[in-house]
């Protein structure tokens, strides 16, 4: 499903052209079918027609096919009904004619004198406002539909095909939008860790990388803080040899304690992002006084993973192609009487090496 969705995002003009064949395809074949469907069936006009050209030809088969359309039942009460209108109008020549029809079916006819066969040689004269007869295989003078008027069937298969590529063209310029931005919101809640805001670009004081050695190394950053360094929020872009740009990584404050200047920092937001994963995983490096307060660490386990921050601990964080190995290197709490021992930093140096994980393949 995501290999069809980025193909349509690709190519803009999948989904018209999708949507005209389908236009293209419903139609025939609905019309197709719509058409087979629809039942035919020989008019009152063709009964008499067939019953002035069998007195001529006496073809009994020519007749049948004919009128094969109709049952005995509506034959015979065509026939009938026939009958009485041509000798209501004086018209008794074409009501033998009619009757003649009744031995052929095997139905029962108005009573009165047929024809004999060999009167049908010679065409008599028609009486004025009655079709004369044309040849012996004249057709059908015209059909009427029985059941759906197929005027009608071929206006609803074009509804339904219209309401096809409706749905193919809604389908491509509102649902597959919604379903590539909901794709990428589900990837931006983390697994093991709580999403953080993206720090301000404004804000970023990048570092230059030194050299590393690490398989799948992006380089090393140290991000130093010390105290008075109220707006002290750090990133680093992480990018292969060749500029393709991977993700981000770095640290900020994230929590404070007491009034007053300088800011006393009691946690820090250690953050990867991945661009790949579509998404930022937080660690919350705390305080021993933030990590033993436990309503101060529920308010922060909220932004992150909590984390107490001790000389020399590593913490990881990875993503679905990244990873951190962040190794606390100097920590020095402030001393201040008015605050509990350990609650903010005096200085805090943390290294910082990402790098790509295994089996992911980037260019280089």
């Known amino acids: ?7 349509l995002q690709r190519n803009v003009w999948i989904g018209p052209l999708i949507a005209l064949l389908l236009l293209i395809v419903g139609f025939g074949v609905g019309l197709s079918v719509g058409w087979m469907t629809v039942e035919f069936k020989p008019s009152a006009d063709d009964v008499a027609a067939a019953a002035d050209s069998y007195a001529f030809n006496q073809n009994a088969d020519l007749v049948k096919a004919r009128l094969k359309g109709l049952s005995k039942p509506e034959l015979e009460k065509t026939l ?22 009744g031995p052929v079916f095997g139905v029962n006819v108005a009573g009165g004198a047929v024809l004999p066969p060999g009167l049908g040689t010679v065409p008599p004269a028609t009486p004025v406002g009655t079709r004369p007869p044309t040849t012996a295989t004249a ?3 015209g059909q009427k539909p029985s059941g759906m ?16 590529a409706a749905a193919g063209l809604i389908f491509y310029l509102r649902i597959l939008p919604n379903l590539r931005a909901g794709r990428a919101a589900r990837a931006e809640v983390p697994a093991a860790a709580s999403v953080a805001p993206m720090p301000e670009p404004s804000l970023r004081i990048p570092a230059a990388p030194a050299p590393t050695t690490t398989p799948g190394g992006l380089g090393r950053y140290v991000p130093t803080y010390v105290l008075g360094n109220d707006n002290y929020d750090t990133s680093y872009s992480l990018e292969t040899a060749r500029g393709e740009f ?7 404050i994230s929590e404070t ?4 200047k300088p800011d006393k920092v009691t946690a820090f937001d250690l953050w990867l ?3 790949a994963d579509v998404r930022t995983v937080t660690q919350i490096l705390m305080s021993d006084f933030a990590f033993r307060d436990q309503t101060l660490r529920t308010k922060l386990a909220t932004k992150g993973e909590p984390a107490v921050v001790e000389k020399g601990k590593t913490l990881s964080l990875e993503t679905q192609s990244l990873r951190i190995e962040a190794h606390i290197v100097e920590l020095v709490y402030a001393v ?3 605050f509990p021992p350990n609650s903010h930093f005096q200085k805090l140096v943390v290294e910082i090496v990402p790098t790509v994980k295994e089996g992911v393949v980037v260019a280089r």
């Open 139 to 141: 057709a059908p003078t």
């Open 80 to 101: 009938n009904q026939l009958i009485v209108d041509r000798t209501a109008k004086n018209r008794p020549l074409e009501a033998d004619r009619l009757r003649m029809l």
């Open 149 to 164: 008027d197929p005027l009608i069937a071929i206006l609803l298969i074009l509804l339904v095909v219209v309401l096809i």
């Open 257 to 260: 304690i007491g009034e007053g």
């Open 246 to 252: 991977l993700g981000e990584c770095g640290m900020g």
């Open 336 to 338: 201040n009487p008015s």
């Open 1 to 7: 499903m995501e290999k069809l969705i980025g193909l």
């Open 273 to 275: 992002f991945d661009k």
